[in-house]
């Protein structure tokens, strides 16, 4: 214990003493408070099962609310099927190895339109199939430009799509005529930082509300676009503040929106068009965000983010009363991008928890009361014999609290011996929450404690806390981390030389700088579609991500220093512990070549590592088949460096 300390304060500069991160208020949790409960009936969870736990992806209703259309991987590809309103059994309606998404109904009901990629490529074209069943039509077929976000006009005749060209950054606006599927362009943006959205159509069809974002998102506007001219007119819009519209009245006359303006935290609320006037919602310390207007403009949603978990509640748009909705301690959301069934009086939600894989509900707005309409789980994972979570809070290197996921293994004794492994979160501007996560339950329910912490750069606790690791990713996110292993072993369950580190895309990063630049901190590490090297990354990064990347570090250029420091890549020569890399060949976001240079430069050190690619798949695995294997071989991963068991995983 006193030699780990002594070891994470070497990498604590002068900036050591620098003030604690504004945050909400919250108590540290003492180390002691951690214990693992007596449960007979634990087991490891067979890995296939925690895989064969289908996904749900988007959501769509009929236009008559009978049916509900959703994205799921029954057959182990996120393909689309049909099913009762009430719940049935569900009906297939498309086949593809790549994956389907943007769910959107016509308004005659007879055809659903989708967006869909090429191994997870990201270049969405959009297609059609019809809700009775049928060939599938690609619409757009454009292998150089992604088109997704579609919204269909109130005449049927017509969709607004978000647009980008693959040699673009930027991201633009456009309208298809759905008769001759003709791309006509709304907006010409020039800033290859910005980034517009629609949100919906109002004025019959005439105009559109939409977003314009920056690449950090840090800074939003809501804009009205005339669809007949292009021309736009900003309605809300700050430097540096983000404004953020969720839903529009079809009369045009209210938005639903969130903003942290005069504040560190979004803040949902109502804008009367006309007046320009806001009414906002009671203050809370936590993120607040509105979701979805009711179609009959009389109820908006909001979503409140606390801590890791979030909940619901519907607010009266008239008088501005806020009802929250009796969901069980996890991750509640609103489904699809209309989750209101036309009657208003039925909203879709999906909810889950660190026991309890997410399942599609239809919640009443009048009573209060829900019903899950899917079981998406193997029988396998009953929650009664499956890990549990709490979420703590400890310092870190500069006195600010970090937040933190613990999933703690049953029948444990608190005798120093145990494993432990972090799961830091992509993004960086991404957040973990105490919703089901199978690494977690397939290390936990093997005996290891799982710690996924919030680290600065993470959303959900303000403005100061998301930006703190601009131009310093590795710097004070990584202190955080290693904090968090402090607090780990304090608990007295941890073993300081048994802990791993894993996560994917920034998580994957985290691994790579925590080996790097804490050399003796873990034990092993597992990094999916993580960054070595910045200055590479840029160079071969899709254009809207190379945006990304100039808002977090500045222009490669300029600040070579910085790309430097931040790079994995600068401090590699000292990593020692084993490393497993799992990456996608088609992956755009963080390519392939960086983990060809993590495999190449451990090879030349001599150090334990292997590298493994899956073809056809992009930034995450979709396939059923490469999920069970990337699962796989990161729990033998550790159980062979931190456990010294050479046997595989139990299936």
Avoid: C
């Avoid at 292009?230 to 079809?250: E, M, P, Q, Y």
């Avoid at 049953?410 to 960086?428: E, M, Q, T, W, Y």
Wanted: net charge neutral; hydrophobic share 40%.
């Amino acid at each position: 214990m006193r030699a780990l300390l002594s070891f994470s304060l070497l990498l604590v500069p002068s900036t050591a003493l620098a003030a604690a991160l504004p945050t909400p208020t919250r108590s540290i949790t003492s180390p002691s408070a951690l214990s693992s409960p007596s449960n007979p009936l634990a087991r490891p969870v067979p890995l296939e099962d925690l895989v064969y736990t289908r996904n749900i992806g988007s959501v769509a209703w009929s236009p008559d609310g009978r049916q509900i259309f959703l994205v799921t991987n029954l057959t182990g590809r996120m393909n689309i099927w049909r099913m009762d309103a009430a719940g049935s059994w569900p009906v297939q309606l498309t086949q593809s190895d790549d994956v389907q998404s943007n769910l959107v109904v016509s308004s005659d009901g007879k055809t659903l339109y989708f967006a869909q990629d090429r191994g997870g490529n990201e270049f969405h074209d959009i297609y059609a199939v019809p809700t009775a069943g049928g060939p599938v039509t690609n619409l757009t077929n454009t292998p150089d430009m992604r088109e997704n976000d579609a919204i269909i006009a109130p005449d049927g005749r017509s969709m607004a799509l978000s647009t980008k060209r693959k040699v673009d950054g930027q991201v633009n606006l456009a309208v298809m005529d759905l008769g001759s599927r003709k791309l006509r362009w709304l907006t010409d943006e020039k800033d290859p930082q910005r980034r517009w959205s629609a949100v919906g159509w109002v004025g019959n069809g005439r105009t559109l509300i939409a977003n314009r974002s920056n690449a950090d998102s840090t800074e939003s506007e809501i804009w009205s676009v005339d669809v007949t001219s292009g021309s736009a007119t900003r309605l809300a819009g700050k430097a540096g503040t983000r404004f953020i519209a969720a839903d529009v009245t079809d009369d045009g006359r209210t938005i639903a929106a969130s903003s942290n303006e005069g504040s560190s935290q979004l803040r949902a609320g109502l804008l009367d068009v006309t007046s320009g006037k806001w009414r906002w919602l009671k203050s809370t310390p936590w993120e607040q965000t509105a979701q979805q207007l009711s179609p009959d403009g009389k109820t908006m949603i909001v979503r409140t983010g606390i801590n890791g978990r979030s909940e619901l509640s519907a607010v009266n748009v008239a008088s501005g009363a806020e009802r929250p909705f009796n969901f069980a301690p996890g991750v509640a959301s609103t489904a699809g991008d209309e989750a209101f069934a036309p009657d208003s009086r039925r909203l879709l939600v999906m909810h889950s928890g660190a026991d309890t894989p997410a399942d599609l509900h239809v919640l009443d707005l009048a009573s209060g009361a829900s019903k899950p309409i899917t079981r998406m789980a193997m029988a396998s994972l009953d929650s009664s014999a499956l890990p549990k979570s709490q979420i703590i809070t400890y310092k870190s290197f500069d006195e600010t609290p970090i937040s933190a996921i613990v999933t703690m293994p049953f029948n444990l004794r608190r005798d120093g011996s145990n494993p432990a492994v972090i799961l830091p979160h992509g993004g960086p501007t991404g957040q973990s929450q105490d919703a089901f996560n199978r690494t977690a339950t397939a290390l936990a329910s093997r005996g290891y404690i799982v710690l996924q912490p919030n680290v600065r750069g993470s959303t959900g606790y303000g403005k100061e806390f998301q930006t703190a690791n601009f131009k310093d990713l590795g710097g004070g996110d990584l202190k955080d981390v290693l904090a968090g292993k402090d607090f780990l072993v304090s608990s007295g369950y941890v073993d300081s030389q048994k802990v791993g580190i894993t996560g994917g895309s920034y998580g994957g990063f985290m691994t790579l700088m925590a080996l790097a630049k804490a050399p003796e901190a873990f034990a092993a590490g597992v990094q999916l579609f993580g960054i070595i090297n910045w200055h590479t990354m840029h160079q071969t990064a899709d254009p809207l991500l190379k945006q990304y990347i100039v808002s977090l570090l500045g222009d490669p250029a300029k600040d070579k220093a910085v790309y430097d420091a931040t790079s994995p890549m600068t401090y590699i020569a000292a990593a020692k512990a084993p490393l497993l890399s799992l990456q996608g060949d088609n992956d755009i976001r963080v390519p392939r070549g960086q983990a060809e240079e993590v495999a190449a430069v451990l090879k030349a050190k001599g150090v334990t590592s292997e590298t493994i690619f899956y073809a056809a798949e992009g930034h995450g695995f979709q396939k059923r088949e490469n999920q069970i294997d990337s699962l796989r071989r990161t729990v033998d991963w550790f159980e062979r460096h931190l456990k010294g068991n050479t046997q595989s995983a139990q299936r």
